[in-house]
């Protein structure tokens, strides 16, 4: 073992890991009723470069369905919760993984999660300061005379988790790639 001498047994383990789990379920809990508080106002901050993209009277989105409000606010509240409550949950795995890493390990494994974090938060800054904006006009603009566009909340929400998550994992290729440099599976050349 890395920095620990004591040997743990599997209920050891089980037990830390148990431990580690609750503190972490706990965590979310606390960040998703911060975020379900505000969720309302987050939707709209999340919406914002689509309602700026629409056509003057028409910044507005709609919803077809009658809990599809609630559940939105749900979904933004869990997502907004793990997002408040990831220093914790990072916390958490490391001092469950720590103990068992050589030193070399824990600086590529703290260099990585640093690394991670910082690229991943700037694939989903880029997507919604850069990509929303110029894509929602694009696409806005395929409207023809006589058609108006007619938004759901729900689709909304959906497409833009997933674009900001993609781009997030996006921009995790440098990480990818100089971790597979290192492994030796890629090459300069």
């Known amino acids: 073992m890395g920095g620990q001498e004591k040997t743990m047994a599997l209920t050891e383990h089980l037990a830390e890991l148990r431990k580690r789990l609750i503190l972490s ?15 309302d106002r987050l939707y709209w901050v999340l919406a914002s470069p689509l309602t700026d993209a629409l056509p003057p009277g028409q910044e507005f989105l709609v919803f077809t369905g009658l809990v599809e409000p609630f559940f939105i606010y749900l979904k933004l509240g869990l997502l907004g919760g793990i997002i408040l409550a990831s220093p914790v949950l990072i916390y958490e795995i490391w001092a469950f993984v720590a103990p068992a890493l050589y030193r070399e390990e824990r600086r590529w494994f703290v260099f990585t999660v640093l690394f991670s974090t910082v690229l991943f938060a700037g694939g989903t800054l880029f997507a919604f300061e850069v990509v929303f904006p110029f894509g929602f006009k694009y696409l806005l ?8 566009p007619f938004l759901s909340m729900a689709e909304y929400f959906s497409l833009a988790t997933r674009l900001l998550l993609a781009f997030g994992l996006i921009f995790q290729l440098p990480l990818a790639m100089l971790v597979l440099s290192r492994l030796g599976v890629v090459t300069a050349r």
């Not at 379920?25 to 969720?39: E, H, K, N, T």
């Open 25 to 39: 379920v706990i965590a979310v809990a606390a960040g998703f009723l911060a975020a379900y508080y505000y969720s």
């Open 141 to 148: 603009s395929y409207s023809a005379p006589g058609l108006k």
